[in-house]
Each structure stands twice: as C-alpha cells, then as structure tokens.
C-alpha cells in the first residue's frame, strides 16, 4: 500500500516558522515530482510548492515566494517544506503529493498519491 505521511504540523505564533516533512511507504518516490498543497476552511486546495524528481527546479505560489523553502532528500523523506515568517493567511491543511509525471503540476488534478495532511495554524 502506497502511503505517504506529513509531520510536522502545530501551531506557531505569527512571524515563527514550521518545518514540514513528507515520508513515504510502499513504494519508492525518488522518481516523482513532489508538491505540497494546503487547504483553508471553506476554501478551495491551493498549490504551495513543487520540486522535480531532481531536486533541480522548484516551484512557488507567489503568496509563500521567499518565505517557503521545499526541499528533497530521496535517501530518506521525499519532500520537506521550510516555512518562515508565517502569516495568518498560512493556517490551513498542509498537503504532500506526489506524481510520476514528467513537468512539475500546480494543480491537484496532476498529483495521483496524498497523504492525510497536517494541520498548520499561525496566531496573530
């Protein structure tokens, strides 16, 4: 069974900063492009990042440009995600994805394998 597992969720003041990781089981991602999403109440999923199987390119939604950093490390987690200087606006779900997919998607539709997601909320 292909799992993947988000960690590293909580509440944090505004201005802090949280680190997200993704792991994996059942099958091996070193291959996939690997995105995090989010999802406020209410509100549709959203795309935050995205990294090619390489490590190579990254991807931002301008709303975490220069504050969000994603990274991977095939040998042990997937795809981690450094969030700095958070803001309200940030509390949400925090998704991992993950797709065999040979560009980088920004959409949910491009991703084929989530995790449960992790709850991330920032206090003014």
């Known amino acids: 069974q292909v799992q993947l597992v988000e960690s590293g969720g909580g509440l944090v003041q505004a201005g802090g900063s949280l680190r997200l990781s993704c792991a994996a089981s059942g099958r091996t991602f070193s291959s996939y492009v690997m995105g995090w999403f989010r999802q406020a109440p209410g509100k549709e999923r959203e795309f935050v990042a995205a990294i090619t199987w390489s490590g190579g390119s990254t991807y931002y939604a301008d709303s975490v440009k220069g504050r969000f950093t994603i990274s991977r490390d095939n040998a042990k987690n997937p795809v981690s995600l450094q969030m700095n200087s958070l803001k309200p606006e940030d509390t949400a779900v925090y998704y991992c994805?993950?797709?065999?997919?040979?560009?980088?998607?920004?959409?949910?539709?491009?991703?084929?394998?989530w995790g449960q997601g992790t709850q991330v909320t920032v206090s003014s």
């Open positions: 994805a993950g797709d065999r997919r040979l560009r980088v998607g920004m959409t949910p539709k491009d991703y084929s394998y």
